[in-house]
């Protein structure tokens, strides 16, 4: 009796991890022995999908751990690596485990790019193998039935477990063994015979009547439960494999029923009711004679059967006899009570024991991407400060260029070059001057271009697939049922755009400053020459030597001393900011383990305030500072104009020294924006780089999934029948008769294997050993004439097909015509086998006998089959 169902496994076809993901890796962890240190785990990883997937595999407990260990690195990887359509996509492809599939066609199978899907399927084998490896145990024996029941529920969890994840893992509907109603249906069966076994470990053990009653109508209505759930749903039955398992579930429901009562009558005997013993026993016959006459080739209940008849008879002839006790109507019977000793596994990863993560360094998607917006934050924040002090800097540089200071303080003798200006022309010279600046110029549109055509070149490679994706979606219509590219290259579109308007403002920025060096490039030229021309292109003026130690020059260079020291105070500043460095992994590690989800904007806003709090205090101090010490300057400036005497050659003096320092301002900062562009566009070339290569690893998974469903519609269409039959017209195949001529022969007449067509067979094969021949003296039955027949001239060739399975074949002339009468035998014949599709009894429209009907052949058709 103890039949156990088992569920195949799924096939999956080969798919290569190592490729894709060793590009993530490279482009996202730069360090190289981390980097060393992921690729190895990537090898790993795909060595150990091609043991649980590209072999097959025993009916072992190794087996299902390789497969389940498998399974709990995909559960840990995942949140580790971007799977997605359009971020890392990773095409697998799995075929139906019960759809065998047809002669032109193979199974069905479904290509998803979702590490969801591989999951789905990967558990789904681990179920699988976990109930074949059940069903192979030994239940003699205590451990065998230890394992059977332990595996078996293992089994139903793991069905369940897919039945409720299995919809939102996959967006999309899923190929019918993995469907709700398909393993939800296998998670009962599992569950019914996890209790089955429990019901013959407490039968082995010898155990109280009334527990085995109860385990056994249990596991009866788990198996009813089953079989319900299994002939309710519309697409179950139609696979052969539930085909072939809903008898055996409505056997063991029986079976099961027949055990309970058995027991529960052995109770009531013991309590003396022994007309409500005869009544259950009554009752389990009846149960296993619907068994034994219904599911005798599935299930064999020969020896239930006869206990129970044995124990029926006893009871009978006891109460007969001696106890003459009623016997109640089976409707009137105390229900027998149930005891669930089983419940599915909870899939909860690890299912392994043996299970090591071989990316446990590795930090989750969510927190890297928590990383990344955090180090945004930070940029910016770094961004504000710093630019802050650059602007407060520039400003007091622009308000002392425009009162010549301190050139005005160092020219008291009206025909020098103040030394200030002898540094500054020292600096731009250091730096390489023209030359320098002009080069950097140059190199922007090149690299500007550069980006544009990496940028564009990608966008167009989305574009081109998105218009054969519609071209083929037109095509095809509902059948092509993949996720429109349209839709799935939405965010790279986006961040293409982002792309082109950071482009757009960047050649906007490199045109203001390509402005400003127009405007002070005389002025940088002339600060590139040697003193001595420097000294003849500044006009002189009158000394004024009388100032030099005059009480408001000394309170201007003192003020002025104090702006350089802000200055400084801000370049040191600058560097610290810069140098503040804060790992958050661990907090939004923490957080993620503690919440299941990362607060990044509340876990980063609180570290950047705790970090750079006290940093914004300060420059904020230094601004105050500087705008108090320019106010001092500019008044302290205005006694000392009054004091210098003016005249129109000072004045032209002056202008000149202002222009110089002012050029000098405005070289520093060009040839700092120009290095901060180049360093941008090179930057910038990297990040479009990685977008382009992120654009081609998808358009090549999306052109491997379109070639995987091309061949699968081609397939389809194979197996589609073709247009419906039609009669074609008889002038189109023979000659129109005359007026003369006599009705055509019929193109096809079916005789039975007991006409005289039989006798045919005979002169061609002998009669049979043992054949009678007729006695003498009775006349043969006449042979059939067709009315009208045609004259010899134009009888048609004669086939004749004998369709019995004991001997298959075709009998036709090779020239002459049938001579008359018409059923006497051919002068020359051919025996030919029968084609395969003829022999089948099934095949009854006898399709291989086409070709004979429409070359005009006469085809008699003879045989039990025909």
């Given amino acids: 009796m103890a039949t156990f169902i088992s569920v195949p496994l799924k096939k999956s076809s080969e798919v290569d991890l190592v490729k894709p993901l060793s590009k993530f890796v490279t482009a996202t962890y730069p360090a190289a022995e981390e980097q060393a240190d992921y690729i190895r785990s990537v090898e790993e990883l795909n060595k150990l999908r091609k043991s649980a997937l590209g072999r097959p595999l025993d009916k072992h407990e190794s087996s299902l751990e390789i497969l389940l260990r498998y399974y709990d690195q995909l559960c840990a990887v995942e949140p580790k690596f971007p799977f997605s359509e359009n971020q890392l996509c990773l095409t697998f492809t799995w075929k139906d485990a019960f759809d065998k599939g047809s002669l032109f066609g193979g199974s069905v199978k479904l290509a998803l790019a979702s590490l969801g899907y591989e999951k789905t399927c990967v558990l789904f084998n681990g179920a699988a193998l976990a109930s074949q490896i059940a069903s192979e145990q030994n239940l003699d024996s205590d451990e065998g039935l230890k394992a059977a029941a332990k595996y078996y529920q293992l089994a139903s969890g793991a069905f369940g477990h897919i039945k409720d994840t299995v919809l939102s893992a996959l967006n999309r509907e899923p190929t019918m063994d993995i469907s709700p109603e398909t393993v939800g249906t296998l998670s009962l069966i599992m569950l019914a015979q996890a209790q089955e076994v429990f019901f013959l470990k407490a039968t082995s053990d010898k155990m109280k009547d009334a527990i085995i009653a109860k385990l056994a109508n249990q596991t009866a209505d788990f198996y009813g439960d089953a079989f319900k759930q299994c002939q309710y749903k519309e697409n179950l039955p139609k696979y052969f494999y539930f085909q072939e398992v809903l008898p055996v579930l409505s056997a063991k429901h029986c079976i099961m029923q027949a055990n309970a009562e058995l027991h529960q009558s052995l109770l009531a005997k013991q309590k003396k009711r022994f007309g409500e013993e005869i009544a259950r026993l009554q009752h389990a016959t009846e149960l296993v004679k619907t068994v034994a006459s219904r599911y005798d080739e599935y299930v064999s209940v020969k020896d239930l059967s006869d206990r129970i008849s044995r124990a029926l008879t006893a009871a009978k002839k006891d109460n007969d006899f001696i106890y003459h006790d009623r016997v109640p109507e089976v409707k009137d019977l105390e229900h027998i009570g149930k005891a669930a000793l089983v419940k599915a596994t909870t899939i909860t990863p690890p299912l392994s024991a043996k299970f090591t993560d071989l990316f446990e360094k590795m930090v989750p998607m969510a927190v890297q991407q928590s990383m990344s917006v955090y180090s945004q934050r930070k940029a910016e924040t770094v961004n504000r400060l710093v630019g802050t002090m650059r602007e407060a800097t520039n400003l007091c540089n622009g308000v002392l260029a425009s009162l010549n200071l301190p050139a005005a303080l160092e020219d008291l003798s009206g025909d020098s070059i103040p030394q200030s200006i002898v540094e500054k022309a020292r600096a731009i010279v250091q730096q390489g001057g023209l030359q320098s600046i ?429």
């Fill in 438 to 866: 002009e080069q950097l110029i140059r190199d922007l549109p090149e690299l500007l271009t550069r980006n544009r055509e990496i940028l564009e070149e990608s966008l167009k490679m989305l574009g081109d697939e998105e218009s054969t994706d519609s071209e083929l979606r037109s095509k095809f219509s509902q059948r092509w049922n993949r996720t429109p590219s349209g839709d799935l290259y939405k965010p790279l579109r986006a961040e293409g755009g982002n792309f082109r308007s950071v482009l757009d403002k960047a050649v906007q920025a490199d045109q203001v400053v390509r402005e400003r060096y127009n405007t002070h490039c005389e002025m940088i030229a002339l600060l590139c020459k040697p003193e001595a021309e420097l000294t003849a292109a500044i006009p002189s003026a009158n000394p004024v030597k009388t100032l030099q130690g005059s009480e408001v020059v000394s309170v201007l260079r003192s003020q002025l001393a104090q702006l350089e020291e802000v200055k400084k105070e801000r370049e040191g500043l600058e560097v610290e900011i810069k140098g503040v460095a804060f790992d958050m992994s661990s907090s939004f590690l923490t957080a993620l383990a503690q919440d299941g989800a990362i607060n990044e904007e509340a876990l980063s806003m609180s570290q950047l305030d705790q970090s750079y709090g006290s940093y914004s205090q300060r420059v904020q101090a230094s601004l105050r500072s500087q705008e108090e010490l320019l106010g001092k300057v500019q008044a302290s400036h205005q006694e000392f104009s009054k004091l210098k005497q003016s005249n129109s050659e000072a004045n032209d003096r002056e202008e000149m020294l202002k222009k110089l320092a002012s050029a000098h301002d405005s070289y520093v900062e060009i040839t700092s924006n120009l290095r901060e562009g180049t360093k941008f566009y090179n930057d910038l070339t990297e990040i479009l780089l990685k977008f382009q290569n992120k654009c081609s690893d998808i358009i090549f998974a999306r052109k491997t999934e379109r070639d995987e469903l091309l061949k699968d519609l081609q397939q389809s269409i194979a197996r589609e029948p073709s247009a419906p039959s039609f009669n074609v017209p008889a002038y189109q195949t023979n000659p129109a008769p005359t007026a003369a001529d006599p009705t055509p022969a019929p193109r096809t007449v079916f005789v039975s294997s007991q006409s005289s067509m039989g006798r045919w067979e005979d002169r061609i094969r002998g009669p049979p050993a043992g054949a009678r021949t007729p006695p003498p003296g009775v006349a043969k039955p006449p042979a059939p004439q067709l009315k009208n027949p045609p004259p010899p001239s134009q009888t048609p060739p004669l086939t004749i097909v004998h369709c019995n399975r004991s001997w298959p074949a075709v009998i036709q002339p090779e020239i002459e015509p049938v001579p008359r009468p018409l059923m006497s035998p051919p002068t020359r014949l051919t025996l030919l086998p029968l084609p395969p599709t003829c022999r089948d009894a099934s095949s009854t429209e006898m399709q291989c006998l086409r070709p004979l009907r429409h070359s005009g052949a006469l085809v008699l058709l003879t045989g039990t089959v025909c």
